[in-house]
């Protein structure tokens, strides 16, 4: 970055929020007046011409990290319903199946028991 740019990157080994290009984000610190010092994410690719443009204040992480954790949870509540619903459907047929085959069996049964007499 420029001299002239309000933020400064700062190396952080422990950083574990990826942006949308899945990078490792850059932690910055901003030099505007209104936020000065407050640090934030960005893509690793900032400034570039494939970066996201993804940003996020680290101080607001929680708040994010609380949402993404409640969508991935929902995530996994629709994909276990989804497979709930094809289980049930799997044994509704088998029932159907077995209703059939203990009706043939039935009517096997009457139709010996009446040849028999």
């Known amino acids: 970055m420029s001299s002239s740019s309000s933020a ?19 932690i910055y610190t901003s030099y ?24 996020r204040w680290c101080d607001e992480l929680n708040e994010w ?11 996994v509540v629709e994909t276990s319903l989804t ?3 094809a289980e049930l459907l799997q044994i509704k047929i088998l029932l159907v199946v077995l209703l ?3 009706l043939i069996i039935a009517i ?3 139709k010996c028991n009446f040849e028999s007499m």
């Open 100 to 102: 059939i085959l203990m």
């Open 108 to 110: 096997g049964v009457s």
């Open 83 to 85: 497979h709930v619903k």
């Open 32 to 55: 505007k007046s209104r936020s000065c010092g407050r640090k934030f994410y960005r893509c690793s690719r900032n400034r570039s011409e494939e970066d996201c443009h993804f940003f």
């Open 8 to 26: 400064t990157p700062i190396g952080n080994p422990n950083n574990q929020v990826y942006c949308h290009c899945n990078l490792q984000c850059t």
């Open 65 to 75: 990290e609380h949402d993404m954790n409640y969508r991935r949870s929902s995530n």
